[in-house]
Nanobody, 114 residues
Framework: QGPLVESGGGLVEAGGSLRLSCAAS?????MGWYRQAPGKQRELVATITSSGSTNYAPSVKGRFTISRDNAKNTAYLQMNSLKTEDTAVYYC???????????WGQGTQVTVSS
């Protein structure tokens, strides 16, 4: 497995909720979630710093919540009030401690049906 592994994706009806997890092999500085829908470029969803400061894309603000558990080297994305427009492959991104680099997970599919 790579240094970042996402999980928690699946099929959910519009208005439902889903929680994604990103397990890192070691501690990290900034972590974030991105997504890419078919035919579209990858876009930023949310980010969180080591101290817990968060940032969200306008399209998900108020519906999604990013968090992290540093003891577990894991970031989460709680997605509520899901819309069909949220359908995409969601990727975790993180700057791993000691690597001097940013890493991507393999992605997890989220499909929201109407």
């Amino acid at each position: 497995q790579g240094p970042l592994v996402e999980s928690g994706g699946g099929l959910v009806e519009a208005g439902g909720s889903l929680r994604l997890s990103c397990a890192a092999s070691r501690s990290s500085f900034n972590m974030g979630w991105y997504r890419q829908a078919p035919g579209k470029q990858r876009e930023l969803v949310a980010t969180i710093t080591s101290s817990g400061s968060t940032n969200y894309a306008p399209s998900v603000k108020g519906r999604f919540t990013i968090s992290r558990d540093n003891a577990k080297n894991t970031a989460y994305l709680q997605m509520n009030s899901l819309k069909t427009e949220d359908t995409a492959v969601y990727y975790c991104n993180a700057e791993l401690t000691g690597s001097g680099d940013y890493w991507w997970g393999q992605g997890t599919q989220v499909t929201v049906s109407s």
